[in-house]
């Protein structure tokens, strides 16, 4: 399968802060990607990188196979929502359609009526005016009329009310299914993310931590507990993503291909919000001893 | 992208259309009348040395509005480039930033560069459009003041405008273009350096002022080779100063034989060419009216040194300033393009 | 044409909740054979989920046999589930009744009829398997 983003060492620096470092990722087409981690991560520089908006400092990242925003062809490929989804104020919905329209040559604009007719957004109406919610709802439609290959949203759903929320993500994948679109989506909550991703990228302290499908990720993580012991006597082919201990009881998340066969430990699954916190304490923990976390200028 | 660039920029286009609107229709209901006073003096048809009487006559006479039109015109003119730099240059991409509209923009399918070359293009074309069309409006209702200053009449403040003269000179001719289009350009890179608007504009209109005062006093006088002659102590001359020290300090605002030329510098040189600035053998208490003052030094081979620049040049001035200042707009608009497209942050 | 929804807390992977509750439909009479299943595009707009999932749900019911995909009009009901298994409900239930009031009589509360329920239940289909 073709990978939509392919990331080879890549890195981006500000000053003396490296908001990106060392990210490695190939992303295969056909699924939603959820990028989940803490504010100041490296989310939205990562997303930058794809679309084009910034240059690396090291590395080299191809989306569709191109580098980013490197001619019309290349942007009319993907789309891009940025968070809290601006749109110009000054413009009426019906403009802002006619903006899409004008720039770019793939514009479907019976779609885009069609979705702005359904989600009961009046035409005429100035987009400065809109709520959060509709604010979304007209820049999903933007990305999505311009019938892109690869979708990229940075945080679109985090400051929306519940409701806006769902209906947005409704919209995405209606339009997921129905174009066959690939998806990149990040959130710092991932119970945004848990019932429409099937794969996951976690990025904390500037680094991926875990990446992969998420059936794969549930398969291949489980909690142990049993009595206390050093994680350093596992097997090799168990890597610990986080322990913690009491006097006598160890509690271990672990990633492996293998089975559990030592009868000392209850095994149990784990769900994806465990996994994502697991991998984020750890790496919050190591990047408190490192050095202090840089929030990302916008 | 040009649907857009109209749309983005419509509410001052508008302005500037109903601001030359009325500009035009002031002047066009007071030109014809002053064309009228001009044909009355009787200008056309005079002769020789009675032009000068007849056209201080024609400029002192002109009272009531047309005195402050013209000096409302000149205003409209000379700061047209600002609000064109602050109001349409600062805001266009800092407004983008500001609102982060620029995520929006940039990924259309639309490269930047050629977003950014239709957003300075249009409103860019039309900022020459309104400037030019503003100083050519003023031009044609001022005309009869031109020619009669021109005829070499003397009267009034409006008499001291030469062509020369700063304020008539960035109002005049092509030099109000090279204002228009450096205004705008130096307002887009603010905004594309500084990211936030009224910061932008704050620096433009700082930048812009401090170009239009340096050009008119340092740079222009120097763009072509001044001349150097010397001329006879005469009516033109005006001598300040006195006094028991007996320091004068000549200077002239006329060159006798050279109507309109530029005068740069003047000051009194002795028989040999050097400069003096005293002169005790023209203090004795006799000496008491400015024309016996002017008789002595006169008579002692006193002369007045005179750098000007020959009114034949006007027009190279003219070429040569708009020139630098279209360079500067197109290096500002290159550069601004530059640093859009360069992805650092 | 049913409807589905999904319980987010009951740790059952959404694609086998959309499972169950075809399977139930079709127990109960609900789906009978040639009805046609939501398209893959509605139910994932309706209920904001993958596609994939409620794809990666259709093929395995019709690997099961119980549906079949016609490929540009949709998902249609093969097989049933009904039939025998309904006309065994009845007695099954009576059976059921008894047991539950044997295991109050001898002072089960509820928490451990179901626990009893669910290991004897986990354990016997290890067995089978084995």
Redesign the interface.
């Known amino acids: 399968m073709t990978a939509v983003v392919e990331a080879r060492g890549l890195g981006k620096q500000?000053h003396r802060n490296w908001a990106l470092a060392d990210c490695t990722l190939s992303i295969p087409a056909?699924?939603?990607v959820g990028l989940v981690g803490p504010n100041g991560a490296g989310k939205t520089t990562l997303l930058n990188l794809a679309?084009?908006?910034?240059?690396p400092t090291t590395g080299a990242i191809e989306v569709l196979g191109a580098r980013p925003?490197s001619?019309?062809?290349q942007?009319?490929r993907?789309?891009?929502l940025?968070q809290?989804a601006?749109?110009?104020?000054?413009?009426s919905v019906a403009?802002h359609l006619?903006?899409?329209a004008?720039?770019?040559?793939?514009w479907d604009g019976g779609l885009a009526r069609g979705r702005i007719e359904r989600l009961g957004l009046d035409p005429g109406q100035k987009a400065g005016s809109l709520s959060g919610g509709q604010r979304a709802q007209l820049?999903l439609t933007?990305?999505i009329a311009?019938r892109p290959e690869l979708l990229i949203l940075d945080e679109p759903v985090s400051s929306l009310d519940p409701l806006a929320r769902?209906e947005f993500?409704?919209?995405l994948?209606?339009a997921?299914?129905?174009q066959d679109l690939s998806v990149v989506l990040s959130s710092h909550l991932i119970s945004d993310l848990?019932?429409?991703?099937?794969y996951l990228i976690v990025l904390v302290g500037s680094r991926v931590q875990v990446a992969g499908p998420v059936e794969e990720l549930l398969a291949t993580h489980h909690l142990l507990s049993g009595p206390r012991r050093d994680p350093a006597t596992l097997p090799g082919g168990q890597h610990v993503v986080s322990a913690s201990h009491t006097d006598v009881q160890t509690t271990l998340l672990v990633r492996t291909k293998d089975p559990i066969l030592d009868p000392a430990w209850t095994v149990s699954e784990v769900?994806l919000e465990d996994l994502v916190l697991a991998y984020m304490s750890q790496a919050a923990a190591g990047g408190r001893r490192r050095n202090h976390l840089q929030e990302v200028?916008? | 992208m040009i649907w857009l660039t109209w749309r983005q920029f419509r509410l001052q286009a508008i302005t500037a259309a109903a601001a030359l609107a009325a500009f035009a229709i002031l002047l066009a209901v007071t030109g014809p009348h002053l064309a009228s006073l001009y044909s009355a003096a009787g200008i056309g048809t005079c002769h020789g040395g009675s032009c000068g009487q007849l056209a201080s006559a024609f400029l002192s006479q002109l009272a009531g509005p047309y005195p402050t039109l013209y000096l409302l015109g000149v205003a409209v003119i000379i700061l047209a480039p600002v609000v064109i730099g602050i109001f349409w240059g600062a805001p266009l991409i800092a407004h983008e930033f500001e609102a982060r509209t620029h995520y929006l923009a940039w990924n259309q399918s639309v490269t930047r560069t050629r977003w950014l070359a239709v957003k300075l293009a249009l409103p860019g074309l039309a900022a020459l459009a309104v400037t030019e069309g503003l100083s050519l409006m003023q031009a044609w209702w001022a005309a009869p003041i031109g020619r009669a200053v021109g005829l070499g009449g003397t009267a009034g403040g409006i008499a001291r405008a030469s062509r020369f003269y700063p304020l008539v000179f960035a109002t005049h001719g092509i030099t109000p273009l090279g204002y228009a289009a450096f205004a705008f350009a130096l307002g887009v890179t603010a905004g594309v350096l500084i990211r936030r608007t009224v910061p932008a504009m704050a620096v433009t209109l700082a930048i812009f002022a401090a170009v239009q005062l340096a050009m008119p006093l340092w740079i222009r006088p120097h763009l072509f080779p001044p001349v150097r002659t010397t001329t006879a102590i005469g009516s033109d001359i005006s001598i300040a100063g006195g006094g028991p020290t007996a320091n004068y300090t000549l200077t002239t605002f006329t060159l006798p034989g050279h109507p309109g030329a530029w005068i740069l510098s003047s000051g009194a040189v002795n028989a040999t060419g050097n400069p003096v600035s005293s002169f005790p053998f023209c203090t004795q208490a006799g000496l008491r009216s400015l024309s016996s003052t002017m008789t002595c030094l006169a008579s002692h081979g006193i002369r007045v040194a005179v750098t000007y620049q020959p009114a034949g040049r006007y027009w190279a001035f003219e070429w040569t300033e708009t020139a630098i200042f279209l360079a500067l707009a197109l290096a500002l608009a290159g550069y601004g393009c530059w640093r859009l497209a360069r992805r650092r942050s | 044409m049913i409807q589905f929804h999904l319980d987010g807390r009951s740790g059952v992977a959404p694609y086998m909740q959309l499972i169950h509750q075809v399977r139930q439909a079709l127990r109960l009479g609900l789906l009978r054979e040639g009805d046609q299943l939501p398209k893959v595009k509605d139910v994932a707009a309706g209920l904001a989920i993958n596609p994939n999932t409620v794809l990666k749900a259709y093929r395995e019911l019709e690997y099961e046999g119980l549906v079949a995909a016609r490929p540009g009009v949709g998902t249609f009901v093969t097989g049933t589930l009904s039939g025998a298994s309904l006309a065994a409900h009845g007695p099954l239930r009576r059976d059921l009744r008894q047991w539950l009031s044997r295991a109050r009589q001898a002072g089960l509360d509820d928490e451990s009829i179901e626990a009893l329920f669910a290991s004897t239940f986990r354990s016997a289909a290890e067995e089978d398997i084995a």
Do not use: F, I, S, W
């Open positions: 500000y056909g699924h939603v679309t084009g908006m910034l240059a925003a001619g019309p062809a942007l009319a993907v789309g891009y940025a809290d601006p749109v110009y104020a000054g413009l403009d006619r903006l899409g004008h720039l770019n040559p793939g820049a933007l990305t311009k769902r993500l409704q919209e994948m209606e997921v299914a129905d848990e019932r429409v991703c099937d769900g200028p916008r």
